[in-house]
């Protein structure tokens, strides 16, 4: 079965902090995809990246920086200099070869409050 | 930038009631999906749909779920019969590649509110 922990249920920050939001999977899919999505307060889901797992380059895009460690399954995320645009829900997510990557599991998600 | 639409963007229905979810994929993409989102829920997987057909199916999408792809832009979620569970977001999405292993492109969500 393929889970996804993020143990964080909401996290409040002062604006240029940095923040880091954890996130846990299991799957015993040897090949499978990571993503990170956010979800502001009007509702809709913006995804923010793609990670397969063959690929443990941790990656940065800007602000962003996302942390993948299999030996530990992880792949956290980090804001630097959080902004408050940046306040919204934050979801991990998985899709694995033992459903053909039908399907994303998503974790509970972790709400980010950015105040000024 | 091509993007998923969905229309309504709020839908109320009485209990029992038939209701008709409608999603328009991006244009050149083979895969589509729909999750829910019970209100202050993770996101769930429903249904994936290829070449005219289900491919995957969630335990949540029972018989009252169903999909269709009645021409070639819209894609479907009918509940039929509705019930005060099924009050929640309702997000379509579409990839263009091998399900998962590409970006799904999410929509804006329909809300759908089960009185």
């Known amino acids: 079965a393929q889970k996804v922990t993020q143990a964080q249920t909401e996290i409040s920050v002062v604006e240029k902090e940095d923040v880091t939001l954890d996130c846990v999977y299991e799957t015993r899919d040897t090949t499978y995809y990571l993503f990170w999505y956010k979800q502001p307060p009007s509702g809709e889901l913006v995804f923010l990246i793609r990670?397969?797992?063959?690929?443990?380059q941790n990656e940065i895009s800007g602000r962003y920086s996302w942390n993948f460690q299999k030996s530990t399954s992880s792949f956290n995320f980090t804001i630097t200099a959080s902004q408050v645009v940046d306040s919204a829900v934050y979801f991990c997510?998985?899709?694995?070869?033992?459903?053909?990557?039908?399907?994303?599991?998503f974790g509970t998600g972790t709400r980010l409050l950015v105040s000024p | 930038e091509p993007e998923v639409t969905q229309t309504p963007s709020h839908q109320v229905t009485q209990m029992g009631q038939e209701v008709i979810l409608r999603c328009v994929p991006i244009s050149n993409h083979l895969y589509f999906y729909w999750y829910r989102q019970i209100l202050g829920q993770k996101v769930e997987f429903l249904v994936s749909?290829?070449?005219?057909?289900?491919?995957?199916k969630s335990e949540i999408f029972d018989d009252q779920f169903s999909v269709e792809r009645p021409d070639g832009s819209n894609f479907t979620l009918k509940i039929r019969s509705t019930k005060l569970e099924d009050s929640a977001m309702y997000f379509c999405?579409?990839?263009?590649?091998?399900?998962?292993?590409?970006?799904?492109?999410f929509g804006p969500g329909t809300r759908l509110t089960v009185l």
């Open positions: 990670r397969n797992s063959f690929d443990e």
């Open positions: 749909f290829y070449n005219n057909e289900i491919s995957e």
């Open positions: 997510a998985l899709s694995g070869m033992n459903t053909g990557f039908q399907k994303l599991v």
């Open positions: 999405a579409s990839s263009d590649a091998l399900a998962g292993a590409d970006e799904q492109f």
